[in-house]
């Protein structure tokens, strides 16, 4: 399953409850592309872990998503390539 949220106007109102949800309720979820939503947090972004498993991409270009989240990302993450 791939989910691309490309572009803050696209989804302006994209927030750590909406990432939250990916995490949660789409758990085969294999390809995530927020780059360009200035609304998540790092804290939104490490939610993510909980896809650990079946994540293999996600992009977080030209977001929020610190040095240290992206490390830490990578950490949790080890099969999934990510796109700081």
């Excluded at 106007?9 to 927030?15: C, M, N, R, V, W």
């Excluded at 979820?29 to 650990?52: A, H, I, K, W």
Aim: glycine share 4%; aromatic share 4%; proline share 6%.
């Amino acid at each position: 399953m791939r989910v691309a949220i490309c572009d803050a106007s696209a989804l302006p109102d994209a927030s750590p409850v909406a990432v939250g949800m990916i995490a949660e309720c789409l758990t085969s979820l294999e390809y995530l592309d927020v780059s360009r939503c200035p609304g998540l947090t790092d804290m939104s972004f490490l939610q993510l872990g909980n896809l650990r498993r079946t994540l293999r991409y996600l992009n977080v270009a030209n977001s929020n998503a610190s040095a240290d989240t992206v490390n830490a990302l990578r950490l949790m993450m080890p099969n999934c390539e990510i796109v700081p």
